[in-house]
């Protein structure tokens, strides 16, 4: 059994930690919609970001993904994860961080949908 994402769920704000915190901290928004397979899709702007290394970003883009990959579980659903916005910091971002918001991501899109378990290939009620 998995999610069934049955509607399209915009602007999910989280924030992971904070910036007093010395743990690091992210901030994202993205968009969960229905799909025919899983898609992470970055559409975030690199000026947006508060950062030009391409390293750091890249990083935590990859952090997202596994956070949301990590909430979605096995199977994966057929959903479009679309990050729209990610907050870099060269010194408070961290890994950990960014995959607890892609983590908080997925969490509220369920909250939102009131998601619930059905067998897949049964369709929505």
Known sequence: ??????????????RAGSQLHCAGF???????????????????????TGSDDGELVEACVNAVRRGVLGELGEPLPPVRFVLRRILIHLVDSTEDRNE??????????KRRLGA????????PP
Do not use: K, N
């Not at 059994?1 to 989280?14: A, H, K, S």
């Not at 968009?31 to 559409?43: G, K, L, Q, T």
């Not at 607890?100 to 899109?109: D, M, N």
């Open 100 to 109: 607890a918001a892609g983590r908080l991501a997925v969490a509220e899109a």
């Open 116 to 123: 619930v378990s059905r067998p897949e290939g049964t369709p």
């Open 1 to 14: 059994m998995g999610v069934v994402f049955d509607r399209p769920v915009r602007d999910i704000d989280v």
């Open 26 to 48: 992210a901030g994202i928004l993205a968009d969960v919609e229905p799909a025919d397979r899983f898609e992470f899709v970055d559409a975030h702007e690199s000026q947006g």
